[in-house]
Structures are given as structure tokens and as C-alpha cells.
């Protein structure tokens, strides 16, 4: 059994390792084409940091698959309500494609859209929290109930 945590746990570093790598190569690449662009087509960088930063995305969502599922077999365990755990993903997705379009917001000047893009999303996952604090707050009364 320990062998078998032992490796998987390998696994996964070896995966982070593989995964830091290809993201640096594909942001090296990036910022390569977007200076020279910058030089001849400057109206074309933009593009080519948006097409950068969707590469790195999708390289990404292979990795974080594989969190998700452990996090559902986590949530499966536990007896949490799936539903929570449905809220968190989605609050978590909301936080880096808040993130991400900021900073293509930012990289194409336009700052003030780039906080308010931010400011949105912050109401966006408060509101979102609400169930969260909902469910929480349902287990409490349940737990002082019962005492």
C-alpha cells in the first residue's frame, strides 16, 4: 500500500515537473514571437499573447483534471454535499478566468477594464459563496441540535 501511495505521489511530482517545463517553453516561445511581432506588427502582439496564454490553458487542463478527481473522491469520503463541492469548483474557475482576462486586459492597456473585470469577479464569487455559507451554516444547526 505504501509503495503504491509512494509511487503515485512520484507520479504526480514527475508530472509537475514535466508540466513546469512545457509551460516555460511555451511562455519563452510566446514572449519570443510577441516581442519580435511587437517590432514589425505591433497591432498583432495582442493576438499573440492571447494565443500564448490559451495555449498554457489548455497544456494546463489535462493536470487539472486529475485534481478534480481527487477532489471528488475526497468529497465521495467525506459525505459533503455535492453541490458545495460544485460551488468551490466553480468559484475556483471563476478566480483564474478573472485572473487570466485581467491580465489579457492588462497586457492590451486597457488597466481600468483589468480592475474592473477583477471588481466583477470578486462580486461574482461572493454572490456564488452564499450556498457555501448556506450548507455551512445548515451543519452547524444540525451539530447543535443534536447536542
Known amino acids: 500500500m505504501l509503495v503504491c501511495a509512494t509511487f503515485g505521489e512520484n507520479a504526480r511530482r514527475s508530472g509537475g515537473r514535466k508540466m513546469i517545463f512545457k509551460l516555460v517553453g511555451i511562455a519563452l516561445t510566446g514572449v519570443v514571437v510577441v516581442t519580435l511581432l511587437k517590432n514589425s506588427k505591433p497591432e498583432f502582439s495582442v493576438f499573440a499573447t492571447i494565443a500564448t496564454g490559451v495555449v498554457m490553458v489548455i497544456t494546463m487542463l ?68 452564499i450556498s457555501i455559507v448556506k450548507s455551512l451554516v445548515d451543519v452547524v444547526s444540525t451539530l447543535v441540535s443534536s447536542i
Open 62 to 129: 489535462s493536470a487539472l483534471q486529475e485534481v478534480v478527481l481527487a477532489f471528488d473522491s475526497i468529497v465521495e469520503k467525506s459525505g459533503v454535499n455535492d453541490e458545495v463541492f460544485s460551488a468551490v469548483l466553480k468559484i475556483i474557475g471563476i478566480g483564474y478566468l478573472t485572473e487570466y482576462s485581467s491580465s489579457v486586459a492588462t497586457d492590451a492597456g486597457c488597466d481600468s477594464i483589468a480592475q474592473k473585470l477583477q471588481f466583477g469577479g470578486k462580486i461574482v464569487i461572493f454572490l456564488m459563496s
